[in-house]
């Protein structure tokens, strides 16, 4: 099995920043991706960023020019650096890794670590 661990999270004034952290370990042998989603009250989740294996990175619209994603692929981590926080980036956010598996690829996701950013 997989397990991920998501860190960092907590309550930040706005214009503040955060980090999280969320490192994938267990039964891993080939990362397609790493990312973020998160689900703000009432809302659905949306996907906030995503780095591949080759280092390729993608931002939400949202959150461009305000959160940079990085990894670290010794350690099977990937972090999200989020500055400029503002009131609407509250929510839950979820870390997942996309593995290799059988000619397809499967899906795990971390429990959450919830962001609240007070106006």
């Known amino acids: 099995q997989v397990q991920l661990m998501e860190s960092g999270g907590g309550l930040v004034q706005a214009g503040g920043s955060l980090r999280l952290s969320c490192a994938a370990s267990?039964?891993?042998?080939?990362?397609?991706?790493m990312g973020w989603y998160r689900q703000a009250p009432g809302k659905q989740r949306e996907m906030v960023a995503v780095?591949?294996?080759?280092?390729?990175?993608d931002h939400a619209g949202s959150v461009k020019g305000r959160f940079t994603i990085s990894g670290d692929t010794a350690k099977n981590t990937v972090y999200l650096q989020m500055n400029s926080l503002k009131p609407e980036d509250t929510g839950v956010y979820y870390c997942y890794v996309q593995l290799s598996r059988g000619g397809g690829s499967v899906t795990y996701w971390g429990k959450g670590t919830l962001v609240t950013v007070s106006s």
């Open positions: 780095i591949t294996s080759g280092g390729n990175t």
């Open positions: 267990g039964n891993i042998f080939s990362i397609n991706a």
